[in-house]
């Protein structure tokens, strides 16, 4: 089992900046690949960014060049930091673990206003 907690998240005007972390615990071991998903108000919940345990990281398109997801192994964490937000970044944002299955945190609110 892992079990993630996520920070961050909150009320910020557009064209600001956000971090959001999450952090893991149980069996980090399992762990391919750890992201960011959201999902805003009848919509599906979509992939923001994800980073693999080689390095290696991908970004919905609507999302490069404003974030940058990053992890430090050694806490078992997981950042993402956002900027130049805009109103349509508003969604509830799930940090992701995928190993033998995906895991995911509670959720954490990010309101955009324009």
């Known amino acids: 089992q892992v079990q993630l907690v996520e920070f961050g998240g909150g009320l910020v005007q557009a064209g600001g900046s956000l971090r959001l972390s999450c952090a893991a615990s149980g069996s980090i071991w399992s762990i391919n690949a750890m992201g960011w998903y959201r999902q805003a108000p009848g919509k599906q919940r979509e992939l923001v960014a994800r980073?693999?345990?080689?390095?290696?990281?991908n970004y919905a398109d609507s999302v490069k060049g404003r974030f940058t997801i990053s992890r430090d192994n050694a806490k078992n964490t997981v950042d993402l930091q956002m900027n130049s937000l805009k109103s349509e970044d508003t969604a509830v944002y799930y940090c992701?673990?995928?190993?033998?299955?995906?895991?995911w945190g509670q959720g954490t609110q990010v309101t955009v206003s324009s």
């Open positions: 992701n673990a995928q190993g033998m299955v995906d895991y």
């Open positions: 980073i693999f345990s080689s390095g290696s990281r």
